[in-house]
């Protein structure tokens, strides 16, 4: 079973910050939380990890709570390109090396 | 970032024939991955393509069913055998690439739709 919840589905305005949330109560100490992406016909698409400090690349970024049980990705200038589906996964350091559980993740509508 | 191509890109199929599908990654890579994505449904991992050994399967994948090959480092292949309906679904394969330790690249997946 996914170890993450998420709610189904969410939407925001084109241009808008989107921040999507995540549930990870049962996060063990060395466990990373990665998000993934899937846009439709498309495989997944690695967005960003982290530990338990807040991480920002080109593409979102990521905060995570002091007790580690939830983050939140965010997408500060959402597109009509973002529109997938985003998968918050809890995996080992090795994210490239190790199985990923993938839960139902969260569809994210960007409506113009 | 790694191109992973699979072949093929969908398939029909009659239903007690099998298919083997292909994955390409364009560069060294350690570990690979195949899933299943069944319609409307999440990736569920189907196996860990060990390179020069035998597959490590997840509960519910047996071999005889999806036999896996992996000969080198930046190649696999997976059959769905006896095929049936219940196993229309899209088949990725993914790779973790030398030197990124942390990123998982995804195949863009073969559409097989048993008739």
């Known amino acids: 079973d996914a170890k993450t919840t998420q709610p189904p589905s969410m939407d925001c305005a084109e241009g808008r910050a989107a921040n999507l949330p995540c549930n990870h109560s049962?996060?063990?100490?060395?466990?990373?939380v990665y998000w993934y992406r899937q846009i439709h016909s498309q495989g997944p698409q690695y967005i960003i990890h982290?530990?338990?400090n807040n991480e920002t690349n080109e593409m979102a970024s990521l905060i995570i709570t002091e007790d580690r049980k939830s983050s939140t990705l965010i997408l500060p200038h959402a597109t009509l390109r973002d529109t997938a589906v985003y998968y918050c996964?809890?995996?080992?350091?090795?994210?490239?090396?190790?199985?990923?559980?993938f839960g139902k993740g969260i569809t994210l509508s960007v409506r113009p | 970032s790694a191109v992973i191509s699979q072949k093929p890109s969908r398939d029909i199929c009659q239903r007690g024939t099998s298919l083997t599908i292909q994955c390409q990654v364009d560069?060294?890579?350690?570990?690979m991955f195949w899933y299943r994505q069944q319609p409307g449904q999440s990736l569920t991992l189907i196996a860990t393509?060990?390179?020069?050994?035998?597959?490590?399967?997840e509960s519910g994948f047996v071999i005889d069913k999806f036999p896996i090959s992996r000969p080198n480092l930046t190649f696999s292949t997976l059959t769905v055998s006896n095929m049936s309906p219940e196993d229309s679904s899209i088949y990725l394969c993914?790779?973790?690439?030398?030197?990124?330790?942390?990123?998982?690249?995804f195949g863009p997946g073969t559409r097989l739709l048993v008739l």
């Open positions: 996964i809890v995996s080992s350091p090795t994210g490239a090396n190790s199985k990923l559980t």
């Open positions: 393509a060990n390179q020069g050994s035998e597959a490590t399967y």
């Open positions: 560069s060294q890579v350690t570990m």
């Open positions: 049962t996060i063990s100490g060395n466990e990373y």
């Open positions: 982290g530990l338990k």
């Open positions: 993914s790779a973790g690439r030398v030197g990124e330790p942390e990123t998982q690249y």
